[in-house]
Nanobody, 124 residues
Framework: QVQLVESGGGLVQTGGSLRLSCAASGRTFRSMGWFRQAPQKEREFVAAISLNWSGGVTTYCADSVKGRFTISRNNAKNTIYLQMNSLKPEDAATYYC????????????????WGQGTQVTVSS
């Protein structure tokens, strides 16, 4: 049974940092990513990471988080991370981990598996 379990959310002040983790179990995925959803807003792409056939990785970040958020993965642990620095109030949302068997995508419709989400609150 496939499971994605997020952790690391919490309350942080503006300008602070958090590190989210997403541990996958049941299988490995070529691509995994983070999406977020704020109240009354659509779920949006944050970042994704994909294994290349050459053994490297490809990463993508939304423009709104470039330079502040970094996505990484530990293949041995089947886990991805989202290091979030310089957090802003507009980053507050529920952050969801997602996974798919194929190459990286920014579209939530392309992801087959989802975690339950972890809440990030940023106080101003």
């Amino acid at each position: 049974q496939v499971q994605l379990v997020e952790s690391g959310g919490g309350l942080v002040q503006t300008g602070g940092s958090l590190r989210l983790s997403c541990a996958a179990s049941g299988r490995t995925f070529r691509s995994m990513g983070w999406f977020r959803q704020a109240p009354q807003k659509e779920r949006e792409f944050v970042a994704a990471i994909s294994l290349n056939w050459s053994g490297g990785v490809t990463t993508y970040c939304a423009d709104s988080v470039k330079g502040r958020f970094t996505i990484s993965r530990n293949n041995a642990k089947n886990t991805i991370y989202l290091q979030m620095n310089s957090l802003k109030p507009e980053d507050a949302a529920t952050y969801y981990c997602a996974a798919r068997a194929y190459g990286v995508s920014r579209s939530r419709a392309d992801y087959d598996y989802w975690g339950q989400g972890t809440q990030v609150t940023v106080s101003s």
